[in-house]
């Protein structure tokens, strides 16, 4: 049986974390949709209306999620939702009928401003500590096994705040107080810090400060029984210890010889422009060996042409083929690849979607390769988080709207 793709245990891993807590706390996030916007008490004469206004807005909203993000637009589903609600209030309520106040949708509409701006402070402060306080540092492998766990600490004392302070609906956490809710927050971090300590920080030490390549991922359970691992001996030649993240990413010297490839190519071009032309005879003379050399491009065999396959749309390998390509298209395109295009973007595309992501990789500052290995491992959680608190926002208005 062949192995799963990496990013196939990636994927399944956020759609857990995702549908966790749309089922823990999503509800909080559906009740605010639900309630706060119309009030619902306007349709209890006809509760028919009120179901197909609900209908009209997913309709209306993921109509336009679709559209917006065939053309590159970075929306939400979250407003798209709202507004389609809203929308629905006006044609049936009327605009009075919506609650305007700041336990409605003014608070909504403050939210989408000020989150980002603190979520933009705390990241922006992070980085800036990882970069200096960790990735120039003068052992940088060291300082950012000292800092690993003081991230999983922050990234599970938050989640579990995010479970216990905003109160799950499923657990009946409404009468916790002060004390109860810090001191779970608290001792939830405390403890992921020391398993990170007794499990990973062990596996880390193995792998990246001894070199032992012949480690296994699975060896992470060993946890302190690791240090007395014997040594593994030198690194095959060929064998890369940790992969090379900055592989296949452009530099200064790539993009000037495609750069300068680009204008040869675009001045053979226009030499060969004149040169078909016949009004400059000793110009055609000069750039006829040029155009030799551009031609004698090898070609495809005529004894084995290329023939694609063509099947009836009826047939069932074509309807699967048809069905892959509707529902997971999406997820078979390479978003990094298509940013690294140099076509001209087009209509919104030219505002929305970055362009030349080849250049930003050519001026981003190269680190040491095992630390940024080291934080691949700290990627695996905030990913999963991420994942949780998403689900408390998009995939619980799906499940409750």
Known sequence: MAALPQFTYVFALGIIFAFLDAWNIGSRVAGTIKNDIVAIETFESAPSVLMLAMLCA????????????????????????????????????????????????????????????????????????????????????????????????????????????????????????????????????????????????PYIHVKLVREDWKLKTWDIIKGPLL????????????????????????????????????????????????????????????????????????AISAAEPIVPIQRKWYKPVQLLHSAKWFFFRGVMIDVVAEQKTTSEPKFLQRLLLGKDLDKKHAIVEHHDLKVEHLYSFLQVMTAATASFAHGANDASLTFHV
């Open 58 to 201: 997913l309709i209306g909203s993921s109509t336009f999620l679709t559209l917006a993000t065939k053309i590159g637009m970075p929306v939400s589903t979250t407003h798209c939702i709202i507004g389609g609600i809203i929308g629905v209030g006006f044609a049936t309520v009327g605009a009075n009928g919506i609650d305007w106040s700041w336990e409605g949708v003014s608070q909504v509409f403050a939210a989408w401003g000020i989150a980002p701006c603190i979520s933009g402070i705390f990241g922006a402060i992070l980085f800036t500590f990882t970069k200096y306080g960790v990735m120039k540092a003068k052992n940088p492998l060291l300082v950012g096994m000292i800092t690993v766990p003081f991230f999983y600490a922050l990234t599970s004392g938050i989640l579990t705040m995010l479970i216990v302070w905003k109160g799950a609906a499923s657990l009946d956490l409404d009468d916790w107080g002060t004390a109860p809710t810090v001191g779970t927050i608290m001792g939830v971090a405390i403890g992921v810090a020391l398993l990170s300590c007794i499990f990973l920080l």
């Open 227 to 298: 240090l007395r691992r014997p040594a593994a001996g030198p690194i095959p030649e060929g064998h890369m210890l940790v992969p090379d993240y900055y592989a296949g990413h452009a530099t200064h010297e790539s993009i000037a010889t495609d750069a300068a490839m680009q204008n040869a190519r675009r001045d053979e071009e226009s030499a060969r422009s004149e040169s078909d032309s016949g009004s400059d005879e000793k110009s055609a003379a000069l750039y006829a060996p040029q155009a030799d050399i551009v031609t004698a491009v090898p």
